[in-house]
């Protein structure tokens, strides 16, 4: 006999076709997550893998405009040993029909060249192989090019020429013996006492960024601010020489024939700067796109209207160059990446041959 309140054989499967049921619930839901949380492991691998595909992809772009490059570089050495603004390497749309050749499934290769040569050789400051006095003529570029970039910034930075062209020199020279050069130098252990504390390099620069790390050099003076041009895009750290046994200086020689607006201006006399922009419009000047005045020789500024009584110190500047600065860029796919390189351009001693020699490389 049934006990009372005991449920039937009805009720029993009823009860267990529930459990069945959220069990199988349970068991979809567990499978519903595993399925989610690999499905976005697959996707998040997918991604990951498409992204690297992408960086390779765009480097090897990259690599392949500084080589372009360095190939116009090569070609243009063989045709004569001038640099100027006139020839193809410099010409943004030679550039582009050179890059046109090179084909890309997808995306493009922006390349710009520029010459190192135009800038000014802040390790030239101190004469080396000695490096131990400045050299006559570079400081007074130096002090030409300071109030060239201190009257351009609207509040005057907060340093002073003096200061900085002296602790240049103690930065460079070979001395750190507490004769700081002038009043204003600065030698280790001024710098040791500052915050994080560094020492002196007492030696050449090997990279622009130290530069900012002078006394009196302010972030705004380094970089530019406000509109006004900044000593780094000024400089260079490049275009040492051997002077023999093993030793090595730099000559510090501007392309009066590449150099910016600015540096133009340092190298012509306090009281004829304002005829810069007259050069850089000379260099540059077309009739019927073929360019109207030759810049190949180092005294055809004194061809510029008003400037046939200047003279420029012959040992500052120059017609010809080895060094240039390569920016690549590639973009593909709203992704880009980019390639800074300087080259120096040489002659392979043993086949004779030109060659782009790596002297930094930068990617970005």
Known sequence: MKPPNSPTGQELFGNHRGVAILIAIGVVAVLLTAGLALNSRIRSSVTGAFLARERVVLSEMAVSGVQAAMVMLINDRKEND?????????????????????????????????????????????????????????????ERLLDQVFSLF??????????IINSLKDWLDHGDDEAITGLSGAESDYYEGLEPPYSCKNGPFDHLGEVALVQGITPDLFAGAGGAVGLSSLLTV???????????????????????????????????????????????????????????????????PGAGGITINPDLITVSSDLFRIVSTATRNE??????????????????????????????
């Open 82 to 142: 001038t640099d100027t603004l006139q020839e193809d390497w410099a010409n943004p749309e030679k550039v582009a029909e050179m890059m046109g050749l090179i084909p890309y499934d997808e995306g493009r290769v922006d390349v710009h060249i520029s010459d190192e040569r135009g800038k000014i050789q802040v390790n030239a400051l101190v004469k080396f192989p000695e490096g131990q006095q400045f050299s006559a003529s570079q400081r007074f570029l130096w």
């Open 335 to 364: 992704r880009t990446a980019t390639v800074n390189v300087v080259v120096q351009r040489v002659k392979e001693d043993g086949t004779g041959r030109w060659i782009c020699k790596t002297l930094l490389w930068q990617a970005q």
């Open 154 to 163: 609207e509040e005057v930075p907060d340093s002073d020429p003096n200061m």
């Open 238 to 304: 490049h275009g040492v020489s051997a002077a023999g046994d093993g030793r090595f200086t730099y000559d510090g020689k501007i392309n009066i024939s590449t150099a910016d607006v600015a540096v133009l201006a340092t190298l012509l006399p306090p009281e004829n700067s304002d005829l810069a922009e007259a050069l850089a419009d000379y260099r540059v000047a077309k009739a019927d796109e073929t360019y109207t005045n030759t810049i190949s020789n180092a005294g055809w500024y004194k061809n510029v």
